[in-house]
């Protein structure tokens, strides 16, 4: 044996007779080794059969899958189905070794949708209803039963069978509304954990850190519930604090007697603690042991220091200095597994977030990861999370019981983390619809009853709904719904629309603007639409405006869905909120495009596309406007980086923007100087960075210089431009653009009668496949969509090709269908 290893194997058995916080609970993530079907069985018997009968004709037919997993992770955005509501079914099998003499098992659950019923071999162990609040199940007694069984020691030869069934059925008597404009998904799309505990643990550890205004005195209180049933005697609870650094900053010890309820764990006096922000968001870390006979347990939470208040008819003040709120929205959703979000993706989208410059962050319509708090509170974004009661109106008792126990649990499992700033109550409570009754007293009565246990439970924080007037005196704090220049109004009413709001209410914030765009869609003249909206008709979204389809002139029904026009709007609100000092703050909605059953008609089928980047993150334009508001960190980008042709007469100057945050740019076309420009932000479009240039036809490149003091940085993009005129497309033409690692991309473009492209062309086309390649679409973007609308007279498709023959095919009404060998 070498003697290194030997070194270690002595180490491990020194600390494990020591009790070292090494040798505490143990946790590991379930994520290999499962299968799936989707469909209901006849019992759980089914599940188990197949191995204790050995029969291998057993159907169903089980697919192998990795956790986290959903059952709509492609139907979601399938054009021609409606997506799979309905059971499934998971199984995988256990290898118990429990550290603990008389410890627990448990199966710890981050979420899953919607109902969730869970099984050791044929005894049902626990279940739970709600999709997005944690919870756990104790699987020791049934552990242990099944191991004194002969089916354990010779059919499963010493494993454990788990079984869990997932339930997304429509049902009106649970949240959310399935009249919401996100899906209900189903499945086991959040981390599933194997947990091991001694027998003495703690269930919960709540952390309050409280610091005055002015930031020099604080106050850490440790409270702990034991988890139940325990034996009766004492514990040894000790608690050490560190701070960001890692030092040690304070320590207690104390003998508890073991008995239910929450207990103080510990206390401490700070002085002048380092404070969270989104610029500094600094973390300390509570280490809470618990001894008992010889076993310990142990957990460590991360918390802040931060004083907050919304000034009543005033903004936000963050440790006594105002912040404007700069914020987003985040579904829980992503291309090709929708709900289910590895933790990688979740950092790279939250990541992408904070890049963007966001200090705020609206989680819609419910309860999120804890990976998503836990960067939150790293990455300095703070945060209004909400319970899923969304539309629909108000529900009977065992809805009613649903939203106060998720909410009870959404701030328990949620207290610790600085980052929450606002405890939301509901969303959108004023449409009707689920139900036969829309009583808007019984619905204020059970805001109220909302209201009171969300301050019950957590003092310290503010409550708010969006969007349900007649209940908008009830929580801390309002938004109303704001949809200047896309469902109502143009973009120009924003200001006084939201001075309007903001005094008829005590504590105003603004959640939920913007539009949709079509990525990869650009328009000459992106602002035509708002010649046809009336003034004067408010900037509200109101029943029917999110339709496609007739009412009033809007920019949601009228307007082209560009890049164009949204980057002109993003532009206006961001230009206007620097000049709003009694705003507490916005979040435009939402970053990123997400899947909605109630949007067939959009150019690309059950996707709402207000996102700032893609369902897969990739940005649009108008991602780079928030940039050039909201960072530091120099940035320049040029408009266009999707658009590959632009077109005018010849000679004709087209305005070319820059979006940056430095002080000054010089923008080059075709190796020519156009002049340097300096930004102000009150200068709209682009902030005074745009530029009338003549171009010329053909191939054009573009160069940005942008300085801000000894810094400087580069953008560059080249453009074709195109002089000649068409008419309506006549013919379709599709051919391969390019293939990398064996993924071809597919480009259908629409001509007229004489070949000349159409560039505004937004007809429907349908890409097809066969052979023995894969068309990668049902990804909800608009370049992995089999039905999707052109933009600018294209789109493309990706294949992939498998080393193998395939022909590729498009179709749009009235053309003739084009065809390409592969």
């Not at 030997?6 to 494990?16: A, D, N, T, Y």
């Not at 103080?264 to 509570?286: C, H, I, N, Q």
């Not at 970053?591 to 690309?604: E, G, Q, Y």
């Amino acid at each position: 044996m070498k003697k290194h290893t030997v070194i270690c194997f002595w180490l491990l058995l020194l600390l494990s007779f020591l009790g070292h916080p090494a040798a505490a609970q143990q946790s590991t993530r379930l994520t290999d080794g499962w299968e799936f079907v989707r469909q209901d069985l006849g019992s759980v018997w089914e599940a188990v059969r197949p191995v204790v009968a050995g029969n291998p004709e057993s159907v169903p037919l089980w697919t192998p899958v990795t956790l986290p997993h959903c059952f709509n992770a492609r139907d979601a955005v399938d054009p021609d189905v409606n997506y799979y509501q309905g059971p499934g079914w998971y199984r995988t099998q256990l290898a118990i070794q429990n550290p603990y003499a008389n410890g627990r098992t448990l199966l710890h659950f981050e979420g899953a949708g919607q109902k969730t019923r869970v099984f050791i071999y044929s005894t049902e162990v626990g279940g739970h209803v709600g999709g997005y609040d944690e919870w756990t199940v104790d699987i020791t007694q049934a552990v242990a039963e099944f191991q004194k069984t002969e089916a354990f020691k010779t059919q499963f030869k010493g494993k454990i069978p788990l079984s869990i069934r997932c339930d997304n059925s429509r049902d009106l008597e649970m949240m959310p509304s399935d009249l919401s404009d996100f899906n209900v998904y189903g499945g086991l799309y959040r981390y599933l954990n194997l947990r091991y505990e001694p027998a003495v643990s703690l269930e919960r550890v709540a952390v309050k850190a409280e610091v005055d205004k002015a930031g020099k005195q604080g106050q850490l209180t440790v409270k702990g519930d034991f988890r139940e049933p325990f034996a009766s005697g004492n514990a040894q609870v000790s608690v050490r604090l560190l701070d960001p650094r890692g030092k040690q900053a304070a320590k207690s010890q104390v003998s508890l007697s073991l008995k239910s309820g929450e207990l103080e764990l510990g206390s401490f006096k700070m002085k002048a603690p380092r404070l969270w922000s989104p610029e500094r968001p600094d973390l300390y870390t509570v280490q809470v042991t618990v001894t008992t006979d010889g076993q310990t347990f142990q957990q460590t939470e991360k918390v802040g220091f931060r004083h907050i208040e919304f000034v009543e008819h005033g903004p936000f003040l963050l440790n006594g200095q105002r912040l404007l709120l700069r914020g987003t929205h985040r579904h829980e959703d992503h291309a090709g597994v929708a709900a289910a979000m590895t933790e990688p993706q979740i950092r790279q989208e939250m990541r992408l977030m904070k890049q963007m410059g966001i200090n705020f962050i609206r989680l819609g319509h419910y309860q999120q990861s804890r990976i998503v708090l836990n960067l939150c509170d790293s990455l300095g974004i703070t945060v209004w999370e909400e319970i899923p009661w969304c539309r629909g109106g108000l529900g009977g008792e065992a809805y009613q019981s649903q939203g106060l126990r998720m909410l009870t649990n959404m701030i328990q499992q949620h207290y610790n983390h600085p980052a929450v700033l606002i405890w939301g109550l509901g969303n959108e409570n004023d449409w009707p619809g689920d139900f036969p009754e829309f009583d808007k007293e019984k619905i204020r009565t059970y805001m109220k009853s909302l209201n009171n246990l969300a301050h019950q439970l957590d003092p310290a924080r503010y409550t708010a709904i969006r969007r349900c007037d007649f209940c908008k005196d009830i929580p801390d704090v309002y938004s109303p719904s704001i949809w200047a220049g896309w469902y109502r109004g143009i973009y120009t009413d924003y200001k006084e629309v939201s001075e309007q709001e903001f005094k008829s209410v005590k504590r105003f914030l603004h959640v939920e603007w913007g539009g949709d765009s079509h990525a990869g869609r650009h328009s000459e003249n992106p602002d035509n639409a708002l010649a046809k909206i009336s003034r004067g008709q408010g900037a509200d979204e109101r029943a029917g405006d999110a339709s496609l389809f007739g009412g009033s002139a809007r920019v949601s029904k009228d307007g082209d869905w560009s890049e164009s026009y949204l980057c002109n709007l993003v532009d206006w609100h961001l230009k206007e909120q620097e000049t709003m000092p009694w705003l507490s703050g916005a979040a435009y909605w939402p970053f990123k495009d997400f899947s909605t059953p109630v949007r067939p008609d959009n150019p690309i089928p059950y996707m709402n596309q207000k996102g700032v980047v893609e369902r897969d993150l990739t940005p649009k334009e108008a991602f780079y406007v928030f940039q050039s508001y909201w960072t530091t960190a120099p940035m320049v980008h040029i408009y266009g980086h999707s658009w590959p042709v632009r077109w005018g007469d010849a000679g004709e100057k087209k305005m070319v923007k820059v979006y940056s945050n430095a002080a000054e740019v010089e923008l080059f076309v075709n190796g020519q100087s156009q002049g340097v420009k300096r930004r102000n932000s009150q200068d709209f479009p682009a902030a005074g960075l745009r530029w009338l240039v003549a171009l010329r036809e053909g191939e054009n490149t573009f160069r940005a210089v942008a300085r801000q003091g000894k810094a400087t940085v580069q953008d560059q993009i080249t453009q074709r431009y195109q002089t000649a005129k068409w008419s309506k497309p006549a013919k379709l033409t599709l051919e391969k653009t390019g293939e990398t690692n064996g993924v071809a991309t597919l480009e259908v473009k629409m001509l007229d009668a004489q070949g000349v492209p159409c560039l505004d062309a937004a007809n429907w086309v349908r890409f097809g496949l066969i052979g023995g390649g894969q068309l990668l679409d049902d990804l909800g973007t608009s370049s992995s969509s089999r039905k999707v609308q052109a933009y600018n007279g294209r789109a493309i498709i990706r294949v992939q090709t498998n080393g193998l023959r395939s022909v590729a095919s498009v179709a749009s009404e009235g053309l003739e269908i084009a065809f390409l060998n592969l």
